[in-house]
C-alpha cells in the first residue's frame, strides 16, 4: 500500500480542476444527448450550427477558430453536415481557396427545433441563469490564461 503524504494532496484525483471540467463535460454531453438525438445532430455538429445560426455564410477557417478545431477534425463533420443537408458548402468567389459554409433552407428551419435545448439544459442544471453565466464567465476567462500560456 503507497504511504500517503502531505506532498501528494496535489496528486489526489479530486483535487484536479481539470478533471472536474473533464467530467462536468462528460456529464454535460450525457444530457445533451437525447436532446441532439431528436435534432440528429451529434455535439459538434450542434456547435456548427449555432455558429451558422449567429452568422451564415462564413468560411471554414472562421468555424474552426470559433470552435477551437483544426480543420482536419472540421471537415469530417462539415461533410456530414452537408450530406444531411443542413449545409452547403461553396467556393468563395473573392478567393476560390477559401471554402464558405451556408445554411440551407433545412438548416435554418431546424433552429426552431432546436430552440428548447438550452432551456433543457438550464432546467437539468438547476441552476440559475445568472448562475451559470458567471460560472462560463470563468470558465471562459480560465480556458483563455491558459490559451495565453501556450501563445494561442
Sequence with gaps: MARKSA???PLRLDNQICFAVYSTAHAFNRVYKPLLDKLGLTYP???????LWERDGVPVKDIGERLFLDSGTLTPLLKRLEAAELIKRTRSTEDERQVLIALTAKGESLREKARAVPQSILAASACSVGELVAMKNEIVALRDRLNAVLGE
Design 7 to 9: 506532498a501528494d494532496f
Design 45 to 51: 455538429q450542434y456547435l456548427v450550427m449555432l455558429v
